[in-house]
């Protein structure tokens, strides 16, 4: 695969390309879906440089209103403040906003999910008792016991 350096990326394609190839996917998820809460953009044409503390702190608070975990509203966080970053080293966006925007502190919470795995010996009691009791009986404790 051939590689084109661009004479002007883009912020978002700048600070894409600082992370590792591993992390890379997940977070350009998430920051699609952050352009679209913003603006209905994508992350790749988004304005990133017009970030500010109100707007960070507005989708900060729609993606915990919207149910993302604590861990997926702080990966966000930590995108936006290194595309304000980025903003800032491209001569795109000044001392202030930068400053104002990495002061936004992590959503705090317990990041364990509610419920949990059964274990191997969970698993077979549960279904010794769904042998002796019946299918029915048998689906009944299981939308009970894991839900």
């Known amino acids: 695969m051939k590689h084109v350096i661009s004479e002007s990326p883009s912020i978002f394609q700048t600070y894409i ?8 996917k997940g977070l ?3 920051l699609n879906k952050c352009a ?5 953009q994508t992350a790749e044409s988004y304005p990133w440089q017009s ?14 209103a919207k149910g993302y ?3 997926s ?3 966000a966080l930590s995108g936006l403040k290194g595309l304000a970053q980025t903003a800032f080293n491209m001569y795109q966006m000044n001392a202030e906003d930068l400053e104002r925007i990495k002061a936004i502190k992590r959503v705090r ?6 419920g949990r795995s059964l274990t191997q010996t969970e698993v077979k009691k549960l279904l010794a008792v769904c042998n002796q009791h019946g299918q029915e009986t048998g689906v009944y404790a299981i939308q009970h016991c894991c839900w």
């Open 109 to 114: 919470g317990d990041g364990v999910r509610k």
């Open 17 to 24: 390309y600082t992370l590792a190839p591993s992390g890379r």
């Open 28 to 30: 350009i998820s998430l």
């Open 69 to 71: 975990s604590v861990a």
């Open 73 to 75: 509203v702080n990966l």
């Open 36 to 40: 679209a809460i913003l603006d209905g």
């Open 51 to 64: 970030l500010n503390f109100t707007r960070v702190t507005q989708l900060k608070t729609a993606l915990v």
